[in-house]
């Protein structure tokens, strides 16, 4: 069973950085599009990153020029590198794959939650 540990996260102020981390286990995690989604309560979950096997980028436009998604496929784990943190930036942050026509998305994690405030 596929299990997905997020951590990271925290209260930061405006202006501030953070860096969550995923571990991935139970499956083979390099051949994977893993992505960083994040959620507001009673809101849709929304894609903010993704990362390809072979390592291509793709960025909501929100977030574009202030986070970087990487992968360690050594270490099973995607990483979220967030600076210039804003006030709108606070969500639960979750990692999943990309759900694709051949797969949905495994169980989801309990995330790790991000408060941008000063």
């Known amino acids: 069973q596929v299990q997905l540990v997020e951590s990271g996260g925290g209260l930061v102020q405006p202006g501030g950085s953070l860096r969550l981390s995923c571990v991935v286990s139970g499956t083979i995690f390099s051949i994977y599009a893993m992505g960083w989604y994040r959620q507001a309560p009673g809101k849709q979950r929304e894609l903010v990153a993704s990362?390809?096997?072979?390592?291509?980028?793709n960025y909501a436009d929100s977030v574009k020029g202030r986070f970087t998604i990487s992968r360690d496929n050594a270490k099973n784990t995607v990483l979220l590198q967030m600076n210039s943190l804003k006030p709108e930036d606070t969500f639960v942050y979750y990692c999943n794959r990309i759900a694709t026509v051949s797969w949905s998305y495994w169980s989801w994690g309990q995330g790790t939650q991000v408060t941008v405030s000063s």
């Open positions: 990362i390809t096997s072979s390592g291509s980028t």
